[in-house]
């Protein structure tokens, strides 16, 4: 018998280790596709899945509590596997009526090809390009939300006299080691050929859906005015509008509007940078100032900088070119261009 039993006990011993040993690989295996996720990248609509039909803008009117009706912006956000977040606006949607910065934060679950999100007694299901509200006080349906496309009243926006044309979809002359894909539109890493001082830049830009990551690492990339200051390029659709995030100096100030668009949409930058200045010895005598539009959205007016931000070069009279950050996520450009507006030298 004691034989028996020492056979059972190293029996059930084995069986705990593999059983262990099991459910440390099914937790690696879980973490090492997770990983995979996380780098994900959808350029085309068509690929992109279900869920990417769900995400996007509504905007409507609510019954409220005083049988009144207000508007309403919600913002539906992909964040993989079937999951969800709404966010809720007041008075419409960012740069679009909504009112402040308040967010109300809604998680949600996809059932088929319909979302649906819980919020205390208020329910809403979004689908076939509607969000509709129901309240269990008001016992029926309080809102019927339409599903909106945004787009910035600068895109496609033509170079004016004597404008460069960086980028047409042509040529890469402007560029430095430039890579176009079949489909002609400029890949992240690059900077221009020429630097310059003072300017006014135009550019266009499409994130990738990346529904698994997070972060930073969601659509990262960036535009560094004088390889000195970044305009962070970040999938921020939805979020609370932060100094990393999309629009934001990055590390630095951030945008007065979170004006970030749903992945695979076109957005525009429309940046003015009057460079600082420096004395004959190198030192600064006055700061740079900038102002950005996000997709037609003023976000920053007229800023003073102070400092180079991030990872940018230090500031200094030495002009340097502007880049297009290479993050490793496919964020693509179209239609670059640039206006000088250096001071030149006086005669004498």
């Known amino acids: 018998m004691k034989s028996k039993t020492n056979l059972n006990s190293c029996c059930h011993r084995m069986m705990c280790v593999l059983a262990t040993a099991a459910a440390v690989g099914l937790v690696t295996a879980h973490s090492q596709a997770f990983a995979q996720d996380t780098k994900q990248a959808f350029v085309d609509a068509k690929s992109a899945g279900v ?3 769900l995400q996007g803008e509504y905007i409507g009117w609510v019954l409220t509590g005083s049988q009144d009706f207000r508007p309403i912006g919600l913002q539906v956000i992909s964040l993989g596997g079937g999951k969800f977040e709404a966010v809720e606006y007041a008075g ?24 649906r999100f819980i919020h205390g007694p208020l329910q809403i299901d979004v689908g076939n390009d509607h969000a509709i509200f129901f309240q ?7 809102a019927k939300l339409n599903r909106v496309h945004r787009v910035s009243p600068t895109m496609g926006a033509k ?7 960086l980028f047409d979809g042509g040529s890469t002359d402007f560029f430095k080691s430039a890579k176009v894909t079949e489909s002609g539109l400029l890949m992240e890493g690059t900077e221009t050929r020429y630097a310059y001082g003072s300017f006014r ?6 994130l990738p859906f990346m529904p698994f990551a997070r972060g930073q690492g969601r659509a990262n990339s960036g535009v560094y005015l004088q390889s000195r200051y970044e305009v962070q390029i970040l999938d921020s659709f939805g979020l609370a509008g932060k100094n990393n995030e999309c629009g934001g100096l990055y590390r630095y100030i951030e945008p007065a509007t979170n004006m970030c668009l749903p992945p695979l949409s076109w ?17 600064k005598t006055r700061n740079a100032r900038l102002t950005v539009r996000h997709n037609g959205v003023l976000i920053h007016d007229n800023l003073e900088v102070k400092r180079k931000t991030g990872a940018g070069k230090p500031e200094g009279s030495m002009l ?6 290479n993050h490793g996520n496919p964020v693509r450009f179209r239609n670059i261009w640039l206006l000088d507006r250096t001071p030149k030298p006086s005669a004498g």
Do not use: C, M, W
């Open 267 to 283: 957005q525009t930058y429309d940046i003015d940078l009057d460079a600082p200045t420096f004395d004959t010895t190198g030192n």
């Open 51 to 53: 869920d990417f039909t």
């Open 92 to 115: 419409g949607l960012p740069g679009a009526g909504a009112i402040g910065k308040a967010r109300v934060r809604i998680p949600g679950q996809r059932r088929g090809n319909t979302a």
């Open 136 to 142: 269990k006080s008001f016992d029926g349906v309080i």
């Open 320 to 325: 340097l070119p502007t880049k297009l950050q």
């Open 201 to 206: 830049l135009h550019l266009e830009f499409r």
């Open 159 to 165: 170079p004016p006299e004597g404008a460069v044309a």
